[in-house]
């Protein structure tokens, strides 16, 4: 993700110094502009075996829920599997079985991904962005809000556009065609293009189309989240609110606004619950919890008042006329776990890193980021991590062989023999781990064993694109916009005669992976083998832009605000006092009133302090009622920001679904067509297989 340049932002801040009234400025940190962050997407769901290939193992592993993908990433789904793919750029992809996609490029307006064989579905959310899907037959580029098929098989390639206009381009001989949502769809070989009837898969479209419902579900669930959350994480809200809550934080002598997990068993702490697998050179974190992916590589979390708390990260600096959102101004960015390593003889230990520590990494992914080039350089004091009280402990022969450190965590280790016992390391490497790099099991998500694996054949158009991802590190929408143009316009060929998509598994037993191609038997299946007229295209979800924006601090309008402060933590490192006597208070949801005492009074119950509910596991949580009667606040208690009353979000959004008993008054136009459909005439929507606009309710 590219950073806006040093120029604007000082032609932007010093116009608004020097305007009379200006608005407030919200106060947050501008990283420095040599720094770019990697675009990280996201496994959000996944059903049967989803296998990733490990070049520096020449191997392939299982992939799971809340696994990173990016980079050159290639994966292969068993025959039955599915899996659904977010990328914080607003672009959606789900594959169906027996299909190979790999990552190409991934920034704010790119997302391209080669599709070497099998069932793929793209949505493209991004407002200016682009979408471009590589086959061996020629590629699809989309433009925003558009959605399309894509079956690729052994001989041919069949694209169904499903909303708006996508453009296929033939590589032989650099021709585009055009493809319609509404109209026929396009099927090619190597040689010829014609266009061919309107189908999907059956099921393929009823698990998509469940998808997004679910999706549409989760956009409807109202609370704080989604006004403290940037625009590109916004869709993962509703397992905020499903989690934990907000609490109005004293932290650093100010007040901020944190998220705490209260589904959890006492004694949580991050980077507990789940496990670290290799990729790209660091020790990436794989969560248990359904909150995890969000809070463990966005963001930071911080110790107050006895529980942790998760700070959102924020995207930039921001003009708000209004009520202040005190966030700590945290850089938007993916990390693939920021803590600081510890080891001792057969131990190994990490510690979550504060804000503004510094987190040290093999490849710069972010602000902030110290990247380890020669570890004889490195000098790090474990003193000085600033919550090194909170070091996890545990033996390394479970490092990289359970899936959760709960049970196998060392406990009853004080600060001096951390100290003195233990030394830092910037990365985990051979000085950390006894032959750490001859490991296997560094890159599993899980414990899944893999008994089928993809043919070696496979690995030929892996390596092909790897080399293609290299050449093409600075691709731009422009430029695949514009090459895309240059192609001519092509009309479909009438009369020929090319045969639906066929895909050959290529999962074979692992004694079968390296021998010849005429020695294995490639079960063949027909891609799609219960065609039907597509009925309805959606986008996952899209929601409205939050009425706070989720920038840092800043002054309420007709206040007075004083300069803008960064949090007091020091870049090197070095440990300080924790603020003493951290005061909580919960932010109200709708129809709760606030306490003094950083508690939620429920509706005939006595308000008491804030406590953590029980386990996780267990899925108990303590739930928070309505309050009776509003408190007044204890004298010398600094007063909160008034909060307004949240009016649920519209229903016409694109993936939201309509609440029951909510129906729009029918207009004059649309009663006409229904008596003229009555009539057995039809409009200009009446064409077979034709898209309803996406989120709107049948009618």
């Not at 830092?424 to 490991?439: M, Y």
Request: glycine share 8%.
């Amino acid at each position: 993700m590219k950073r806006e340049s040093t120029l604007f932002w000082t032609v932007f801040l010093l116009s608004l110094l020097v305007l009379p009234g200006a608005p407030s400025i919200q106060a947050q940190s501008e990283p420095p502009q040599d720094e770019q962050s990697v675009m990280v997407g996201r496994v959000t769901h996944v059903e049967g075996k989803l296998l990733r290939y490990v070049p520096d193992e020449q191997d392939w592993v299982a992939v799971v829920k809340d696994a990173p993908f990016g980079f050159d990433d290639a994966l292969y789904s068993e025959g039955s599997a599915r899996a659904e793919f977010v990328m914080p750029n607003g672009m959606w992809v789900r594959i169906g079985g027996d299909t190979q996609i790999q990552m190409i490029a991934l920034d704010e307006g790119v997302t391209e991904i080669d599709v070497a064989s099998g069932t793929a579905r793209f949505y493209n959310q991004n407002s200016a962005g682009i979408v471009k899907a590589t086959t061996p037959f020629g590629y699809v580029t989309a433009p925003p809000n558009t959605s399309f098929d894509l079956y690729v098989g052994n001989d041919s390639a069949e694209v169904v556009a499903l909303d708006g206009r996508v453009d296929f381009v033939q590589d032989n001989y650099g021709t585009r065609y055009e493809v319609t949502a509404g109209s026929s769809a396009l099927l090619a070989d190597s040689q010829r293009v014609t266009s061919t009837e309107l189908y999907v898969d059956a099921d393929w479209d009823g698990w998509n189309r469940q998808r997004d419902e679910l999706w549409a579900e989760r956009t409807q669930v109202a609370g704080d989240s989604v006004e403290y959350l940037p625009p590109q994480l916004q869709h993962d809200a509703y397992v905020l609110e499903n989690n934990g809550r907000w609490d109005r934080v004293q932290y650093e002598g100010e007040y901020r606004y944190f998220w705490r997990p209260t589904r959890v068993a006492a004694g949580w702490a991050p980077f507990t619950m789940g496990r670290w697998t290799m990729w790209y050179g660091d020790n990436c974190w794989i969560p248990a919890e359904p909150f995890g992916y969000l809070t463990h590589h966005y963001g930071s979390w911080v110790f107050a008042g006895g529980f942790w708390y998760w700070a959102p990260p924020v995207t930039r600096i921001g003009v708000r006329i209004g009520p202040a959102i005190p966030l700590l101004p945290i850089p938007f960015a993916w990390y693939p776990g920021r803590v600081g390593w510890i080891y001792s003889g057969v131990r190994i230990g990490w510690v979550p890193l504060a804000p503004f520590e510094p987190f040290y990494a093999t490849r710069l992914w972010g602000p902030r980021v110290v990247v380890v080039r020669n570890v004889a350089n490195i000098n790090i004091r474990v003193g000085n991590f600033r919550y090194l009280d909170h070091a996890i402990i545990i033996n390394q022969n479970n490092f990289y062989r359970v899936n959760t450190y709960g049970n196998v965590r060392i406990r009853n280790i004080n600060n001096a023999t951390l100290i003195n016992n233990f030394r830092a390391a910037g990365v985990v490497n051979n000085n950390v781990i006894k032959n750490f790099d001859k490991n296997p099991h560094r890159f599993n998500f899980s414990n899944t064993r893999v008994e089928l694996k993809p043919h070696r054949t496979t690995v030929d158009r892996i390596q092909r694109n790897k080399a293609i991802a290299q050449r093409n590190v600075n691709v731009t929408a422009q430029s695949i916009r514009s090459n895309t143009n240059k192609a001519k316009l092509g009309t479909p060929a009438q009369r020929a005669r090319i045969a639906p998509p066929t895909v050959k598994s290529k999962l074979v037993p692992a004694n079968q992976v390296n021998k010849p191609v005429n020695q294995v038997n490639f079960r063949e299946k027909q891609i799609k083998r219960q065609p039907k007229a597509p009925v309805v295209s959606t986008q996952p979800t899209q929601r409205k832009q939050p009425t706070k924006p989720p920038t840092g601090s800043v002054k309420q309008k007709g206040k007075k605000s004083g300069p803008a402060q960064q949090p007091g933590f020091q870049q090197s490192g070095k440990k300080q006092q924790k603020p003493a006597g951290a005061k909580v208070q919960p932010v109200p949801k709708q129809g709760q009133a606030k306490s003094p005492t950083g508690s939620v009074k429920q509706k005939g119950k006595q308000a008491g302090p804030a406590q953590q509910p029980g386990s996780y596991k267990s899925g108990k949580s303590q739930q928070v009622g309505p309050a009776k009667k509003a408190q007044k606040p204890i004298a010398g208690q600094q007063k909160q920001p008034a909060q307004k009353t949240r009016k649920a979000p519209p229903t016409a959004q694109p993936g939201k679904a309509k609440q029951a008993g909510q129906q729009k008054a029918k207009s004059p136009q649309e009663l006409e067509a229904e008596k003229r459909a009555a009539q057995g005439l039809s409009g200009p929507q009446g064409r077979p297989g034709a898209q309803k606009p996406p989120g709107q309710p049948n009618r």
